[in-house]
T-cell receptor, first 112, second 109 residues
């Protein structure tokens, strides 16, 4: 157990639907990062939150949004889902700068 | 901006062979360097890291040395096992994390 918890582990949904992925960071970590991993795109950084505020934004689509709550857990919302959104979505958390990420085990999203 | 380049896979080796996965980076300043490993069906796990030039990170028989003069952080292992089959990601941390594309390693018995 890495200390970063992601739920659900698997999600199957239809095109056009909306889903919410949840991440609880490792205890004491203030930063949460979301990544999308697909076969053809590799590991793509989506967005980072630090202590409730958006810190950095990567290749995140406008149909996607995220937030970090006061208890530091984070949610990634994916809407108007398309087949191409099928991927593994990872959350990571970090503490002190440069000490490395701790990754969760991911949510596998399948859009049918 | 910062970037990481690593050798494209897949890399296929026989058990007990020597492994090298090349990684080079472009960065301003003095980033920290990392290797992450992703086993099938799992998330990424930190394998080793180095925070300054000439540091050597090591773990589970894997080693990598932070070479500032060649901007490299090559991953090596003297004798791979079937259980080392995974995808390996080189990464740097400057102002944020940047990952390489990953190298898939398959070790055959």
């Amino acid at each position: 157990d890495s200390g970063v918890t992601q739920t659900p582990k698997h999600l199957i949904t239809a095109t056009g639907q909306r889903v919410t992925l949840r991440c609880s960071p490792r205890s004491g970590d203030l930063s949460v990062y979301w990544y999308q991993q697909s076969l053809d795109q590799g590991l793509q950084f989506l967005i980072q939150y630090y202590n409730g505020e958006e810190r950095a934004k990567g290749n995140i689509l406008e149909r996607f949004s995220a937030q970090q709550f006061p208890d530091l857990h984070s949610e990634l919302n994916l809407s108007s889902l398309e087949l191409g959104d099928s991927a593994l979505y990872f959350c990571a958390s970090s503490g002190v700068r440069g000490t490395g990420y701790t990754f969760g085990s991911g949510t596998r999203l399948t859009v049918v | 901006g910062n970037s990481v380049t690593q050798m494209e896979g897949p890399v296929t080796l026989s058990e007990e062979a020597f492994l090298t996965i090349n990684c080079t980076y472009t960065a301003t300043g003095y980033p920290s360097l990392f290797w992450y490993v992703q086993y099938p069906g799992e998330g990424l796990q930190l394998l080793l890291k180095a925070t300054k030039a000439d540091d050597k990170g090591s773990n589970k028989g894997f080693e990598a040395t932070y070479r500032k003069e060649t901007t490299s952080f090559h991953l090596e292992k003297g004798s791979v096992q079937v259980s080392d089959s995974a995808v390996y990601f080189c990464a740097l941390y400057g102002q944020n994390f940047v990952f390489g594309p990953g190298t898939r390693l398959s070790v055959l018995p």
